[in-house]
């Protein structure tokens, strides 16, 4: 068992203005999926992109949007979002906080 | 892409004093693993138990221990936890309000 704080993983920047911690890993002994802790600052944006698997996200603090292919949809605190595997998507932050999020993808399919 | 907030999923009572509520699962089109929102009463505990596959815990909101073979440790806001497969867990609320995590398990092998 592994018991820790998000804080103890190193935080390593993703794109300007966005922040990654790996916290649970195959490092961990995880066999099929990892979580990954996000910090993105007000005005600024993960990449957009798409990719051969899911992503399944909480949003923890702050408020933005999700934009896809079918436009801007907005999350803050308490949101639950599925993107399915190859469907483009970015997140972006609208508010004045910055906007914290866990995203968990399979395993050996990092990006 | 599935955009929702935790409580547009129906809570499920999983023992005395805790919640469950299934916010990604495959029938959103998830194809690896499922993601579920807990909700745990003061004084009140998960199941003592363990079973073939893993969890990954983020916690959202109090405080608590989670016990395991190797004694209690504590859980509070921003925890991460990573249970093996096998391993014998239980969470329990010890604080004065509500203790609140996602937890995700592979697909096909819910409890």
């Given at each position: 068992?592994?018991?820790a704080?998000?804080h103890?993983?190193?935080p390593i920047k993703?794109?300007?203005?966005?922040?990654?911690?790996?916290v649970?890993?195959?490092?961990d002994?995880a066999?099929?999926f990892?979580?990954?802790f996000?910090?993105?600052?007000?005005g600024s944006?993960?990449?957009?992109?798409?990719?051969?698997?899911e992503?399944e996200i909480?949003?923890?603090n702050?408020?933005g949007?999700?934009?896809?292919?079918?436009?801007?949809?907005?999350?803050?605190?308490?949101?639950?979002?599925?993107?399915?595997?190859?469907?483009p998507h970015?997140?972006v932050?609208?508010?004045n906080?910055?906007?914290?999020?866990?995203?968990?993808?399979?395993?050996?399919?990092k990006?």
């Amino acid at each position: 068992m592994k018991v820790a704080n998000y804080h103890d993983s190193e935080p390593i920047k993703e794109v300007e203005g966005v922040l990654k911690r790996e916290v649970i890993t195959a490092d961990d002994g995880a066999p099929n999926f990892c979580m990954r802790f996000f910090e993105v600052d007000t005005g600024s944006s993960t990449a957009s992109h798409s990719h051969p698997y899911e992503h399944e996200i909480f949003v923890l603090n702050g408020k933005g949007v999700i934009a896809g292919e079918q436009g801007s949809t907005p999350i803050g605190k308490g949101s639950v979002v599925f993107i399915a595997p190859e469907e483009p998507h970015c997140i972006v932050n609208t508010g004045n906080e910055h906007l914290e999020f866990i995203c968990l993808i399979p395993l050996q399919k990092k990006k």
